[in-house]
């Protein structure tokens, strides 16, 4: 059975910085391109970053570009975001998910090309 189990989350102050990690379990991850997404109480969830298989491609939405920088260690599964100078508009439940297709050279922002999510992890900013 797949899995997905994010960790990392919490509140910091404005200006800070956390590490999001997600770690893959039931399935060997390395081939896919992996997500993160997150949803603000009462809005849709929306892309942040992406990463392809190898590494070598990162995407990211245009609010946190600079900020933000998505990663992952194929040899542990596991994709990470590390989010720097924090603000609250950054605050959410933050998702990693897994494309559905594997090989695929880019990355996508689209929601729906992700196939398995994880329960999410809270991000709170106090201004």
């Known amino acids: 059975q797949v899995q997905l189990v994010e960790s990392g989350g919490g509140l910091v102050q404005a200006g800070g910085s956390l590490r999001l990690s997600c770690a893959a379990s039931?399935?060997?991850?390395?081939?896919?391109?992996m997500g993160w997404f997150r949803q603000a109480p009462g809005k849709e969830r929306v892309f942040v970053a992406a990463?392809?298989?190898?590494?070598?491609?990162?995407a990211y939405a245009d609010s946190v570009k600079g900020r933000f920088t998505i990663t992952r260690d194929n040899a542990k599964n596991t994709v990470y975001l590390q989010m720097n100078s924090l603000n609250s508009e950054d605050t959410a439940v933050y998702y990693c998910?897994?494309?559905?297709?594997?090989?695929?050279?880019?990355?996508?922002?689209?929601?729906?090309?992700?196939?398995?999510w994880g329960q999410g992890t809270q991000v709170t900013v106090s201004s």
């Open positions: 990463i392809n298989w190898s590494g070598g491609t990162t």
């Open positions: 039931g399935r060997t991850f390395s081939r896919y391109a």
């Open positions: 998910a897994v494309d559905t297709l594997p090989g695929r050279s880019g990355v996508r922002g689209d929601v729906h090309a992700y196939g398995y």
